[in-house]
Nanobody
Framework: QVQLAESGGGLVQAGGSLRLSCAAS????????MGWFRQAPGKEREFVAA????????YYADSVKGRFTTNRDNAKNTAYLQMNNLKPEDTAVYYC???????????????????WGQGTQVTVSS
């Protein structure tokens, strides 16, 4: 069982930055590939970024490529999502998710992930 907890959300002006953290309860954090998703009101939860268990490979949705960066510190059982040049359309609840590393590097399909955090709100004002 892995418990995930996001933090770092908030209100920021367009063009600003935020860094989200995803803290995991398990010492086996390094066994899991991590994904970041977001869900805006009235919309489906969508893939944002992913990072493999080793931190070597990262993947991004086209909408955030070049603006968002994900990394992880396995010694701290924490993954991060650095968000720069934020836009109003980035406003959403952001979630981190974990899936065991024995499959593909990442999934765009949210249903493939086993564990989820509770989410953190990110609001970008224009």
């Amino acid at each position: 069982q892995v418990q995930l907890a996001e933090s770092g959300g908030g209100l920021v002006q367009a063009g600003g930055s935020l860094r989200l953290s995803c803290a995991a309860s398990a010492r086996t954090f390094s066994w899991y590939n991590m994904g970041w998703f977001r869900q805006a009101p009235g919309k489906e939860r969508e893939f944002v970024a992913a990072i493999t268990w080793s931190g070597i490979n990262t993947y991004y949705a086209d909408s955030v490529k070049g603006r968002f960066t994900t990394n992880r510190d396995n010694a701290k059982n924490t993954a991060y999502l650095q968000m720069n040049n934020l836009k109003p359309e980035d406003t959403a609840v952001y979630y981190c998710a974990a899936v065991y590393k024995d499959g593909p590097d990442y999934y765009v399909d949210k249903n493939k992930y086993t564990y989820w955090g509770q989410g953190t709100q990110v609001t970008v004002s224009s």
